[in-house]
């Protein structure tokens, strides 16, 4: 399955985990995910799928710098993730809004911190709001936000910064199916329009394929990676198609064999 | 037209049927404390032999909370048309410590629930004194301040810390972890991150504790005003309880509660103008 077209030249790793570990506790405590190298290059749109507990938001949440490996390092252009900064933006499952501020306070936040003037400011916040369809209900607070619409800030506030990569933990798993799919619609033209890397983490095969250039299935006790598969279906992806399902049928065996096994353990 | 014609009748039995529902609510409102006072005047009437002046009817209290405060008939004696000094004397205790307390308590909140070290340095000491009843502090600050305000303040600064620091810390402490970890990525640090994430985010909880040290405020000014100070609403009380004017004495009372339930709505005017654009207002 992760065949590669034969006239793809391989691309340079932009973000790479370098046998990285996780165990909690003590020393010889739970080894949440055992030593595991990712590459991911510049403008890749990876998805993580997997059951819970399979170490898929630890993954991502050592590329934010919230989590530090236990063994092993995290690096994006050789630079190694040392703590959590603008430079890799975070959208989180639960939004995470500030509520005491609008949205368009909560979006320029980011640039207030890092002492952008509020000329600058407002001019690159219009521009994302604008980007994620938002302008409109800029003056909302979040409580005054749907679901999808809090969603959305969330991958403004992120963008605004121009980080490196986009991180999202699960950003859809809280929506409505309609809202979901309009989301992830909307999110492949943000990324087609900025050409960002992104790292998303889901629990949904439908999701990863319909999104991702390759999905990265994991399994747990301990965490691994177990494949690596490149989703060559032309964009937009019809999620109808022959393809797509024969896919689809091939990574749900492998995420509920995962699942399985861990009910069996458990 | 036909449209409007119809909506037109319709709008005027909505708005007579608004004033019905405020009469209706405003009758339902004063059913309790109407009935308070009719037990309260039955219970005088009852009691007259027993009691006698010592229990006073509401119009007997009424008559001597207006000659206190505007000198009517000088039935309240030397107390008459002074009630505006007994107010400023305890109000302005009360507003100086409650102010200190909220200066200590929230800086000192933020702190220790946001900093593992500050907490392992100061909590354990701020809960060694927390304990101690404000009561129990009486005698030694009368030693310490003698008769007079800075005794008073001390003591309602005691009442009202704690519950102020104790909200503000455990509002830091329950942050919703991922609120913090959005501050992170976006680059607040330090005392940036306190000032612009987490003083926010734990305004609700601050805006509690200061709502229920504000309560303590007036139970420490009153209890401090019947010993160690020699003017306020507490030390009226005392006084009249000297010449048996059990009418003052219950006119003072009602004028604390007054003024306790007045300061309280202040707060939660002050918490609907802070919070309310954001978590919808609050009320009663």
């Not at chain 1, 030593?35 to 507990?53: K, N, Q, R, Y």
């Not at chain 1, 964009?235 to 198609?241: A, L, T, Y």
Request: hydrophobic residues 50%.
């Amino acid at each position: 399955m992760s065949t590669q077209p034969a006239q793809a030249a391989p691309k340079p790793s932009f973000v790479r985990y370098d046998a990285v570990t996780k165990s909690y506790g003590a020393k010889g405590g739970a080894l949440a995910l055992r030593a595991t190298s990712l590459d991911i290059a510049e403008g890749e749109f990876i998805c993580v799928v997997g059951p819970s507990g399979c170490g898929k938001t630890t993954l991502l949440n050592m590329l934010a710098g919230f989590v530090k490996p236990t063994t092993g390092r995290v690096s994006i252009g050789d630079v190694p993730v040392a703590e959590p900064g603008p430079d890799r933006g975070v959208v989180f499952q639960e939004a995470g809004l500030f509520d005491w501020l609008t949205a368009r306070r909560n979006v320029e936040f980011g640039l207030k911190m890092s002492g952008v003037p509020q000329k600058e400011r407002q001019l690159r916040a219009d521009e994302v709001l604008k980007l994620t369809g938002m302008l409109r209900f800029a003056d909302r607070y979040p409580s005054q936000l749907s679901g999808g619409m809090k969603q959305r800030i969330g991958i403004a506030r992120a963008l605004v910064n121009d980080p490196a990569v986009l991180l999202m933990d699960e950003p859809f798993a809280a929506l409505d199916a309609q809202s979901r799919s309009l989301m992830q619609e909307e999110l492949l033209s943000v990324w087609r329009r900025t050409g960002k890397t992104i790292l998303f983490v889901t629990h949904s095969v439908d999701e990863a394929i319909y999104l991702a250039d390759r999905v990265v299935v994991m399994s747990a006790n301990p965490g691994r990676i177990k494949a690596d598969i490149r989703i060559e279906i032309e964009r937009p992806r019809d999620e109808m198609s022959l393809e797509f399902n024969r896919l689809k049928r091939e990574l749900k065996e492998m995420v509920m064999f995962e699942a399985r096994q861990q009910e069996l353990e458990a | 037209m036909a449209e409007s014609d119809r909506a037109a009748p319709g709008t005027v039995a909505e708005g007579s049927n608004r004033a019905w529902k405020m009469l209706v609510s405003f009758l339902g409102a004063s059913l309790l404390p109407l009935s308070i006072l009719a037990v309260w005047q039955a219970l005088a009437l009852l009691l007259e032999n027993a009691l006698g002046p010592f229990f006073p009817t509401p119009y007997q209290v009424a008559n001597a909370l207006l000659d206190w405060a505007f000198a009517i008939n000088g039935s309240t004696a030397t107390f008459s048309g002074t009630l505006i000094y007994a107010i400023g004397a305890s109000l302005r205790r009360v507003s100086v410590a409650f102010l200190i307390a909220a200066c200590c308590g929230i800086p000192l909140g933020l702190l220790v629930g946001w900093s593992m070290r500050m907490r392992l340095i100061l909590d354990p000491t701020v809960q060694l004194f927390r304990p101690v009843p404000v009561t129990a502090w009486v005698p030694i600050s009368m030693l310490w301040f003698g008769i007079g305000d800075g005794a008073a303040i001390y003591l309602i600064f005691l009442a009202t810390f704690f519950p102020i620091y104790l909200n503000t810390f455990h509002g830091v402490r329950y942050i919703n972890p991922t609120v913090i970890r959005a501050g992170q990525m976006l680059g607040a640090r330090g005392l940036r991150m306190i000032v612009h994430v987490v003083l926010p985010a734990a305004l609700p909880a601050i805006f509690a504790g200061l709502r229920i040290s504000v309560g303590f405020a007036w139970t420490a000014v009153v209890v401090s005003e019947l010993v160690a100070v020699k003017n306020g609403l507490g030390y009226v009380m005392f006084d009249a309880y000297g010449f048996l004017r059990a009418d003052i004495v219950v006119a003072a009372m009602v004028v604390v509660g007054v003024l306790g339930s007045v300061s309280d709505r202040l707060l939660m005017a002050a918490e609907n103008f802070y919070l309310g654009r954001y978590r919808g207002r609050i009320s009663a």
